[in-house]
């Protein structure tokens, strides 16, 4: 069992930036990857970011390229995401998620989820 808790979230003004941060209680064995998936009110969750944790090779959606980054930090099992130039279509609640294997989309494939953290960004 994984526990992950995200922090960070806020409301801010378009153009701005936030850092999220996702702990995991702990690592599972073997080979993992983490991944950021955000929802806002009425849509469905949909992907953001990943990272294969060994490796770091990290994914994105199409919508963040170039203004999101995602991090980690081996020592304190724990991921970031960097949102700089934040839109108001940025807004919703962002979970990280933990799976086995290699990065996907597919949020179905992620086995461990946080609780979640709003970002609402004002224009």
């Known amino acids: 069992q994984v526990q992950l808790v995200e922090s960070g979230g806020g409301l801010v003004q378009a153009g701005d930036s936030l850092r999220l941060s996702c702990a995991a209680s702990?690592?599972?064995?073997?080979?993992?990857?983490m991944g950021w998936f955000r929802q806002a009110p009425g849509k469905e969750r949909e992907f953001v970011a990943s990272i294969n944790w060994s490796g770091g090779s990290t994914y994105y959606a199409n919508s963040v390229k170039g203004r999101f980054t995602f991090s980690r930090d081996n020592a304190k099992n724990t991921v970031y995401l960097q949102m700089n130039s934040l839109e108001p279509e940025d807004t919703a609640v962002y979970y990280c998620?933990?799976?086995?294997?290699?990065?996907?989309?597919?949020?179905?494939?992620?086995?461990?989820w946080g609780q979640g953290t709003q970002v609402t960004v004002s224009s």
């Open positions: 702990n690592r599972p064995f073997g080979s993992i990857a």
């Open positions: 998620a933990v799976k086995y294997g290699v990065s996907s989309y597919d949020r179905a494939t992620y086995r461990y």
